[in-house]
């Protein structure tokens, strides 16, 4: 599809700001996606993607384009692979909510996690690429790159927990029980922090750029949720994917580790360990029960805006209708982490 905001008025910021990256020629918006909606911004020095927030009535710090196109930037000068950032502008008069500008990158994004094209050996390199990936990112010292104050230090998950309950309870539409025993749980039962690092906040397959004829990963990209905390919490998002039956999309839970190619559970998590030079990894239901306690929190939110005609793609109600049911599982893991 095109745009949904005036392109006459970005062609004309684009000329007073960009005239170095050529002439605008065109925008079209990006499939997929429930926050920042994305785009290709066609121009005669090549292809750019602008993200913004969406529009309407949005809920308080969501939606952080700045710190997306922060983020990046302090990544991009140390080879950690992130598009190059382009331009940010704040002014909403534009396009009518603040956005971002990054040079496109022409890589092949994996949206199922099963990846059922790939040969076993490809498969393997994949995930081992992302975990490698993943592990390179947490080693980034945050001070290091002019990221020291992008998050307070210390008690990630107990703010986490405090956020998107407040999150979820701005966007509350109905009583949900396993998200109220969550909401009563969490906050009691908070794991020690013990390092901190830069954290992705969304790691997973699909948010990934890889190499057309390689397992190369260009690009991680859709940073809205990247903060300074505990790295744990990417690693458990990432890994919750095999905690789930396949979806189409990133879960992965009923695939066969032995003749599949993608590694088992226990295998990412040693993976992992060694490039991060940890003994072990703690058990991690409490980690999963937060992460999809987190999801639903999102999953909220997107519901709001549907109902409020602000959804920013055609595949909210796919992801409103996981809402229950990923609230039900999160309860599951809260369990077996040693609630009840």
Same mark, same amino acid.
């Given at each position: 599809?095109?745009?949904?905001?005036?392109?006459?008025?970005?062609?004309?910021?684009?000329?007073?700001?960009?005239?170095? +990256?050529?002439?605008?020629?065109?925008?079209?918006?990006?499939?997929?996606?429930?926050?920042?909606?994305?785009?290709?911004?066609?121009?005669?020095?090549?292809?750019?993607?602008?993200?913004?927030?969406?529009?309407?009535?949005?809920?308080?710090?969501?939606?952080?384009? +700045?710190?997306?196109?922060?983020?990046?930037?302090?990544? +991009?000068?140390?080879?950690?692979?992130?598009?190059?950032?382009?331009?940010?502008?704040?002014?909403?008069?534009?396009?009518?909510?603040?956005?971002?500008?990054?040079?496109?990158?022409?890589?092949?994004?994996?949206?199922?996690?099963?990846?059922?094209?790939?040969?076993?050996?490809?498969?393997?390199?994949?995930?081992?690429?992302?975990?490698?990936?993943?592990?390179?990112?947490?080693?980034?010292?945050?001070? %290091?790159?002019?990221?020291?104050?992008?998050?307070?230090?210390? #008690?990630?998950?107990?703010?986490?927990?405090?956020?998107?309950?407040?999150?979820?309870?701005?966007?509350?539409?109905?009583? @949900?029980?396993?998200?109220?025993?969550?909401?009563?749980?969490?906050?009691?039962?908070?794991?020690?922090?013990?390092?901190?690092?830069?954290?992705?906040?969304?790691?997973?397959?699909? #948010?990934?750029?890889?190499?057309?004829?390689?397992?190369?990963?260009?690009?991680? @990209?859709?940073?809205?949720?990247?903060?300074?905390?505990?790295?744990? %919490?990417?690693?458990?998002?990432?890994?919750?994917?095999?905690?789930?039956?396949?979806?189409? +999309?990133?879960?992965?839970?009923? %695939?066969?580790?032995?003749?599949?190619?993608?590694?088992?559970?226990?295998?990412?998590?040693?993976?992992?360990?060694?490039?991060?030079?940890?003994?072990?990894?703690?058990?991690?239901?409490?980690?999963?029960?937060?992460?999809?306690?987190?999801?639903?929190? @999102?999953?909220?939110?997107?519901?709001?805006?549907?109902?409020?005609? #602000?959804?920013?793609?055609?595949? %909210?109600?796919?992801?409103?209708?996981?809402?229950?049911?990923?609230?039900?599982?999160?309860?599951?893991?809260?369990?077996?982490?040693?609630?009840?």
């Amino acid at each position: 599809m095109t745009s949904d905001f005036s392109e006459q008025k970005l062609g004309d910021w684009f000329q007073a700001n960009l005239s170095d +990256h050529g002439t605008m020629t065109g925008v079209t918006k990006f499939p997929g996606g429930q926050s920042n909606p994305t785009y290709r911004v066609s121009t005669t020095a090549g292809d750019l993607v602008l993200r913004r927030k969406p529009f309407g009535d949005l809920l308080p710090s969501a939606h952080a384009v +700045h710190r997306e196109h922060r983020l990046i930037a302090a990544l +991009h000068p140390v080879g950690f692979p992130v598009p190059k950032p382009v331009a940010l502008c704040r002014d909403e008069a534009v396009i009518g909510a603040e956005f971002y500008l990054m040079e496109a990158i022409e890589g092949r994004t994996y949206w199922d996690g099963m990846l059922p094209e790939q040969t076993p050996t490809e498969r393997r390199a994949i995930y081992e690429a992302a975990i490698t990936t993943l592990a390179t990112l947490h080693s980034i010292e945050p001070e %290091a790159v002019g990221l020291g104050d992008f998050g307070r230090a210390g #008690n990630y998950f107990g703010r986490q927990v405090d956020r998107w309950t407040k999150q979820y309870r701005a966007a509350q539409t109905e009583t @949900i029980e396993s998200v109220e025993k969550l909401i009563e749980w969490l906050p009691r039962t908070l794991p020690e922090q013990g390092r901190t690092s830069i954290v992705h906040g969304d790691f997973r397959i699909d #948010n990934m750029l890889l190499a057309r004829k390689s397992t190369s990963v260009l690009a991680v @990209i859709d940073w809205e949720l990247s903060t300074i905390g505990d790295p744990l %919490a990417d690693l458990s998002y990432f890994a919750m994917a095999w905690t789930m039956s396949s979806d189409g +999309h990133s879960w992965i839970g009923d %695939a066969d580790f032995t003749t599949s190619g993608i590694p088992s559970l226990e295998e990412i998590t040693a993976m992992y360990c060694e490039k991060t030079r940890r003994a072990e990894i703690p058990n991690l239901h409490w980690y999963f029960a937060f992460n999809m306690f987190r999801l639903v929190g @999102i999953m909220q939110g997107v519901k709001r805006r549907m109902l409020d005609g #602000n959804a920013s793609s055609a595949n %909210a109600e796919d992801a409103v209708a996981r809402l229950k049911p990923l609230a039900e599982e999160a309860w599951v893991q809260a369990r077996r982490a040693g609630a009840c």
